[in-house]
């Protein structure tokens, strides 16, 4: 019996994001490295002061990439072209991380980032049917999809550190805790009418590149409103209860025994 023959070869499919994964060819990093990097001339200076922390420049690729994000809200290519330059590093280098951290986003990010915990604990209190209705009331968009309005891109969250508090969602990485459908929806409103509702801890809401900002380490800048705009209270009285009756009582935590110190 003849070998059935081989199908035709697929063509070359396009790369669905910004951002190449990190083993591209020689000549696309090539390409990439030659891409305009003049849309980050504004923030030279600051890619400077970021490179000034550090004593390997290569340890300032986190905050810089976050400074790209405040200048585009997503890691463009542009954006990689201009971290490995700054950064006397490779593209390749730069995609590796900037791919890694879900953090650094793959496509142009809305006004502002609604990321929904969808975790084990916020999802059996609620969290998967808050993540519905806010991509509902944002026109029935999903994960890493922005509302046509440019209002906001939403993402399911893994847990947001908040437990005691489920469900949360967050907005701009400020939380707004225990939530119910009807409150979120609220929230999503808000911000569709181009308001910023108050989050229940932490700092006033500002939008996703003035976070990146103060992500990149610029957080007294007057470009998100200098020090006080971005500064709250961050622990939730849930959270402090065990440690105030603890400190009422005069409850401590057992010595550690010599050496045992290190899990040993
Ligand atoms: S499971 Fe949602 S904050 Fe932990």
């Known amino acids: 019996m003849s070998p059935a023959p081989l199908p035709p070869e697929a063509p070359p499919v396009e790369p669905a994001h910004a951002i190449d994964e990190a083993g591209g060819t020689p000549a696309q990093h090539a390409e990439l490295a030659a891409v305009d990097t003049a849309v980050f001339d504004g923030v030279r200076e600051r890619a400077a002061a970021i490179l000034l922390r ?73 969290g998967d049917d808050i993540y519905r209705a806010v991509g509902e009331r944002f026109g029935g968009i999903g994960h890493e999809q922005t509302s046509a309005d440019g209002t906001a891109t939403i993402e399911h969250a893994e847990c947001l550190a908040a437990c005691d508090l489920a469900p949360v969602l967050t907005v701009d990485y400020e939380f707004f805790d225990n939530q119910t459908v009807e409150s979120a929806v609220e929230i999503v409103e808000a911000l569709k009418r181009g308001e910023k509702p ?3 801890r932490g700092a006033p809401l500002t939008d996703f590149r003035s976070v990146e900002l103060l992500l990149a380490g610029f957080f007294d800048d007057p470009a998100v409103g200098g020090l006080d705009a971005v500064s709250g209270p961050s622990a939730a009285d849930e959270s402090l209860r065990g440690a105030r009756l603890a400190e009422e009582r005069g409850w401590t935590a057992p010595a550690v025994p010599d050496g045992t110190q290190g899990g040993n």
């Open 198 to 200: 108050h989050p229940t």
């Open 54 to 126: 550090y004593p390997e420049p290569r340890s300032a690729l986190l905050p810089l990439l976050h400074l790209v994000q405040h200048v585009e809200g997503y890691v463009s290519r542009a954006g990689i072209a201009f971290c490995a330059e700054i950064l006397e590093i490779t593209t390749a280098e730069v995609s590796a991380v900037a791919t890694f951290y879900t953090m650094y986003k793959r496509e142009p990010t809305g006004r502002h980032l609604v990321s929904v915990c969808t975790n084990t604990l916020c999802a059996a209190l609620g």
